[in-house]
């Protein structure tokens, strides 16, 4: 079964902290897919990236950082320099290869908080 | 425009009766989702469709059932609303030719009393 856990349920950190928000998941599939999702207040779900279990290296953009380790079956993001606007919930979420990848399972997400 | 749209995006309805959401998309993905948010627990699979004559249950289709009308639409009805059945609804689209990522719609806030 697959299973994706999210144990921070909430952060509140003062603008300009890193934050890492944790993802550890469980998959029996030897190829699979990793992917965060934004819900910033307003309510929609924004993509923010893709992960091929083939590919451990890490992925920064801008002030966002993924943080692959199959060993340990997780897939973290960090944030620096965190400012109000990365208020949001976060979702990680597992899904299966192309061919079988009808859907995601999505951990039940972490609220962060940046308070200015 | 928004590639993937959900009308209405509020509503309030009472117990035992029927409701329809509705989403379109004009991304020209072949595959259609419908998930529903609760608060605390993520996002739950309710059905999915790979195409038009392709629809499949997802964890929680009880109480619900859909309609993939087109390609571009995908609709989720409730034949009997229930106060559990408040909460807020996705739709999401996704291409087979992809790698699985999905593309969600604004979502749906229904109210059942």
């Known amino acids: 079964a697959q299973k994706v856990t999210q144990a921070q349920t909430e952060i509140s950190v003062v603008e300009k902290e890193d934050v890492t928000l944790d993802c550890v998941y469980e998959?029996?599939?030897?190829?699979?897919?990793l992917f965060w999702y934004k819900q910033p207040p307003s309510g929609e779900l924004v993509f923010l990236i893709r992960?091929?279990?083939?590919?451990?290296q890490n992925e920064i953009s801008g002030r966002y950082s993924w943080n692959f380790q199959k060993s340990t079956s997780s897939f973290n993001f960090t944030i620096t320099a965190s400012q109000v606007v990365d208020s949001a919930v976060y979702f990680c979420?597992?899904?299966?290869?192309?061919?079988?990848?009808?859907?995601?399972?999505f951990g039940k997400g972490t609220l962060l908080t940046v308070n200015p | 425009d928004a590639d993937v749209t959900q009308t209405p995006r509020n509503r309030i309805t009472k117990t035992g009766k029927r409701i329809m959401l509705e989403c379109s998309q004009t991304?020209?993905?072949?595959?259609m989702y419908w998930y529903r948010q609760d608060p605390g627990l993520g996002l739950r699979l309710i059905y999915y469709s790979f195409d038009v004559k392709d629809i499949n249950k997802g964890e929680i289709s009880d109480g619900y059932s859909v309609s993939r009308q087109a390609q571009a639409k995908f609709s989720l009805s409730l034949e009997s609303a229930i106060p559990n059945q408040t909460a807020l609804y996705f739709c999401a689209t996704s291409d087979h030719r992809g790698s699985g990522e999905q593309y969600f719609g604004p979502g749906t806030r229904l109210t059942v009393t």
């Open positions: 979420a597992l899904g299966r290869v192309r061919g079988s990848n009808y859907k995601l399972t």
């Open positions: 991304k020209g993905h072949d595959r």
């Open positions: 998959t029996r599939d030897t190829t699979y897919y």
């Open positions: 992960r091929n279990s083939f590919d451990e």
